[in-house]
């Protein structure tokens, strides 16, 4: 059972249809779930569609920029592999420990290091601003990328491959979960409380990572993790905020108005405005 498991995932980076319908499946279960328990009443520009339809236009181009940074991957996973170099090598990892400590260092250098630099280091900060403008915080938001941040999170994840060692099956074990959390912890879904704070002591949560898009500091600059919510509870970075308090969106940096103008947004990093 586990070399099948083990042998799909090691191909699988190079079936790119059957990543998009994981991908498109993910988006369309917890666009009709967010639908059916929505958490707050969103208030789109024009509509639903539309705000969608913006979101998955930088969707698109982050997923073309990560396919062409791929290759990239597989050749440092390679090189990890024949040069017994990272974590996995150097403590002798199985098969399970491998899938774990890759997932591990994924997560911390692909999720909370990249994220947390983003937020510290005012260059960057421009283009992660464009994820953060968004004032209805839905599945959709997930992937909601400037190119350049897109850019900016594969060479993070260059990163933590190389240490880990991660192989490819783990490296992609690891991808495939990261597309279906990252919909559903954008998603407007109105889970049980319990359910939700219980699953915040291992894994980002919804609501969790709500507090992080609310529009004031120094709840912005905060839950920065992708996946697994430890590197938040052990750095530090960790807040909570009632979802009834929340509010999607800027303070400042950004014109809220201009949310959903894809052509302002992509531009919006590098024109010169007061700080």
Not at 21 to 50: D, Q, R, T
Not at 132 to 137: E, I, K, P, S
Not at 223 to 239: C, Q
Not at 243 to 268: C, M, R
Request: aromatic fraction near 14%.
């Amino acid at each position: 059972m586990i070399e099948n498991i083990i042998q799909y995932f090691q191909t699988l980076e190079h079936h790119p249809i059957e990543r998009m319908v994981i991908l498109v499946s993910g988006l369309l279960f917890f666009w009709i779930l967010e639908g059916a328990i929505p958490l707050i009443p969103l208030h789109y520009k024009k509509n639903k569609v539309h705000h969608a339809g913006v979101n998955l236009l930088f969707t698109l181009i982050h997923l073309l920029i990560h396919t062409a940074l791929a290759i990239v991957i597989i050749e440092l996973s390679d090189w990890c592999a024949a040069n017994r170099f990272g974590l996995v090598y150097l403590f002798h990892a199985g098969i399970i420990s491998t899938i774990v400590l890759s997932f591990l260092t994924l997560d911390f250098f692909g999720g909370w290091l990249v994220h947390i630099t983003q937020h510290k280091i005012a260059f960057l900060w421009r283009f992660h601003i464009i994820h953060h403008a968004d004032n209805n915080v839905d599945v959709t938001t997930g992937l909601r990328h400037h190119p350049v941040e897109s850019v900016l999170r594969g060479l993070f994840f260059f990163l933590g491959i190389l240490a880990s060692g991660a192989p490819m099956y783990a490296v992609m074990i690891f991808q495939t979960i990261l597309v279906a959390d990252t919909a559903f912890t954008h998603a407007n879904l109105n889970l049980p409380a319990w359910l939700d704070k219980g699953m915040s002591y291992i894994l980002v949560s919804p609501n969790m990572h709500k507090v992080h898009h609310h529009w004031q500091q120094p709840y912005t600059d905060s839950n920065y993790g992708a996946i697994l919510s430890i590197w938040d509870r052990l750095l530090g970075t960790f807040k909570q905020l009632a979802p009834s308090k929340i509010k999607y969106g800027l303070d400042k940096y950004y014109p809220n108005h201009a949310d959903e103008n894809f052509i302002q947004l992509l531009k919006y990093p590098f024109q010169k405005r007061k700080e």
